[in-house]
């Protein structure tokens, strides 16, 4: 069962109070630009570009990538974002051109057994290009970029860094600085959870500014007139962005960038900058010796999985490798994204898709199950029902990586996909059957076979997804219960499960549908009559469509709710 664990709090609070000291003069005492707090924002897209995090568990950040940026990096756990964007401005003086206006861009692997993702824009004239490529340092908690400028027509340029930190999960709530050469920012809206950031440069920034998104920020300022004329020290509190100038030294300049975290900006600077000493040419070795170093721990796939094939597949296990968490290992997020991000506010903290489904969690253990990682699917049996699972027996839509519920509809698959990788990997142990697997057994017995949402999380009924893995997981908990000598819930999951699958066809085989034949099984039927012709709401714009013979596929487009 899901249990709730108590944290001291002091150390915490003994640290915001020390930060917000220390920083205290560095806003106070010096004037604050104009255009508090800064106009709202909205995260990425969450078409990602690439993704990728260390192996080590020392490592506690995750980065993403779209559009040719950095977009949002999640710290300490992988459930919260703390940076919205990092992405550079050219200027030739008068005219400032962000990555993604006016250029030609891709993005490639820079070794095809790591998730180190390089991109690469060039100016749509053939001015510069500019090259990052990304990896994390698995001894800290910082990002690394080794960026590398070209001229390629023999201008004079200027090179800018545009940072927008978004910590905390929101845009606002940020207080920012330039401290040491670096561009701190942190957010102490959350006591129990301060978090700070630290950007370095290994060539240092030759100006630096911190203002309000929209009116004082340095992108703004660059955008008028390709000059940055106003240079602020600090800004806060409110949705803040940082910008710092690079050197450039001819027509090739070559440098690194560390985006550093921590609970105080002290602790964020000192992570950055120890990264930046490393250098990132170790940090990169390391991380992609890492990487290589899981992947040669798995079994070795067929043969003829070669080249291309060869390198999608060490990419997908590394890809749903990435997305377990590091805090509460065995947590697997769905996805390090928000849906429609571009769209989606970022004023206030936003579950996304950086939340764990059961079903989906399921799914990606399997794979790396199937793959030879069977201590990942052992680490995600143990924290689905240590952290996830309710006091009922069931799991919930959603929750946070240390349990905490996030959305509460129910959905019986998730009650179900426990269940399964449980008999998947033989835990069957008497203590776990009885306070934890049989719960989860029962309240399918008492709660199916229809489902208040299916997989789709829209509707509810009799779900042909929704049943089979009910049906699957009540088998599997009778042979379980067997073995520990409980006969009797043994017989009634068994009986349950046969019964079930006796009436497949009855609650969801049409004979007189729209398609085809007209004999098909239905995704969903909330009656169980699945020739009723009823009428249902299917979400996400389809509209109120009926299932009777007179209804076709062409008459719901022509209707305009497709």
Known sequence: MKRHLKTSCAAAALAVAASAVALAPATAD??????????????????????????????????????????????????????RELQFAISDGSHRQLENEGTTRRVELADPQALTYRQITE??????????????????????????????????????????????????????????????????????????????????????????????????????????DATYPAAGTGNIAQTGQIQLTGAKTEFSLALGFGATTDEALHTANATV???????????????????????????TLEGDLRTQYD??????????????????????????????????????????WARDMYQSVTALLAAGDEDAARRGVEWLFKYQQLPDGHFPQTSKVDGTVGQNGIQLDETAFPILLANQIGRTDADFYANE??????????????????????????????????????????????????????????ATADEWQRSTEKWMFTTNGPVGDGNYYLRISASGNPNDGAVRDWGNGAGSIPRTPSWTPDSWSSSGSA
């Open 30 to 83: 010096v004037e604050q630009p104009p255009g508090a707090p800064g106009a709202s924002a909205t995260w990425t897209k969450g078409d990602k570009e690439g993704v990728g995090t260390s192996v080590s568990t020392a490592s506690k950040v995750w980065y993403t990538l779209t559009e040719g940026t950095l977009s949002e990096v999640y710290y300490p756990r992988a459930d919260t974002p703390n940076t």
């Open 123 to 228: 100016d749509s004239a053939g001015r510069w290009r500019l090259t990052k490529t990304y990896v994390t340092d698995p001894e800290r908690s910082s990002v690394m970029l080794g960026v590398t400028f070209e001229v390629l027509d023999g201008g004079e340029y200027q090179l800018f860094t545009l940072f927008d930190p978004s910590l905390a999960g929101t845009s606002g709530g940020d207080t920012g600085s330039t401290t040491g050469g670096a561009l701190v920012a942190e957010d102490l809206s959350i006591p129990d959870t301060p978090v700070a950031s630290a950007l370095v440069s290994s060539a240092g920034f030759s100006a630096t500014s911190t203002g309000y998104v929209g009116t004082s920020d340095g992108g703004t300022d660059l955008a008028a007139d390709g000059r940055l």
């Open 277 to 303: 000493k490393r250098g990132y040419a170790k940090v990169s070795k390391d991380y992609t010796k890492e990487w290589k170093q899981y992947l040669g721990s798995l079994d070795k796939p067929a043969k």
């Open 315 to 356: 990419v997908s296990l590394m890809t749903v490798k990435s997305h377990e968490d590091k805090t509460f290992p065995g947590a697997f997020i769905a996805s390090l994204t928000t849906p429609w991000g571009q769209a989606a506010s970022a004023e206030q903290h936003r579950e996304g898709y950086h939340a764990v």
């Open 437 to 494: 697997l049989k719960p989860a057994a029962d309240y399918l017995v008492a709660a199916g076979p229809k489902t208040p949402q299916e997989r789709w999380e829209e509707t509810g009924g009799y779900s042909t997804s929704t049943l089979a893995s009910q049906i699957a997981a009540l088998a599997a908990a009778g042979d379980i219960a067997e073995k520990n000598g409980d006969a009797g819930s043994a017989a009634i999951y068994r």
